[in-house]
């Protein structure tokens, strides 16, 4: 899983504790911590806002974002250029969103999954390549 080397990862109040859990789990690359550092009650397009722009201005490799439906940071990463937020929920949907969408933002809804499974989805997304071929020309047509 450490073949990426940077990695920006933020989350909400509801997501802190997934993210200690995924930082500690990281600990063969570079992560860069957008917070927020504490369980206090914050807005999450702030740290959505700050991990996309991380990966959009190539500083970041991929990104890692936590709320607790994931809905919220997926919709503002998503209004990023060259930004695919992907909301997994489970390993499967970790794998195409990177096989079949090349998605550089790994968004998880922290009250709807275990511990174990956010390790398991965050080992997914960072350890599957972008396949390529026909997927491409798809992607590539994604963005406005």
């Not at 369980?39 to 970041?60: I, K, T």
Request: hydrophobic share 40%; with cysteine.
């Amino acid at each position: 899983m450490n073949e990426l080397k940077n990695i920006a990862i933020g989350a909400d109040h509801a997501g802190f504790e997934c993210k200690q859990l995924i930082t500690n789990l990281l600990k063969n690359y570079q992560v860069k911590d957008f917070g927020t550092y504490s369980l206090d009650s914050v807005d999450y397009p702030d740290f959505a806002h700050l991990v996309a722009s991380s990966v959009e201005s190539g500083e970041n490799d991929f990104g890692i974002l936590i709320c607790g439906s994931a809905n919220g940071v997926a919709m503002t990463a998503n209004k990023h250029a060259g930004i695919r937020a992907a909301i997994c929920w489970n390993q499967e949907l970790a794998e195409l969103a990177r096989s079949h969408n090349n998605a550089n933002i790994l968004c998880i809804p922290a009250r709807f999954i275990s511990t174990d499974l956010v390790k398991i989805i965050t080992e997914k997304f960072l350890s599957t390549a972008f396949e390529g071929g026909r997927h491409a020309n798809r992607v590539n047509k994604i963005s406005c």
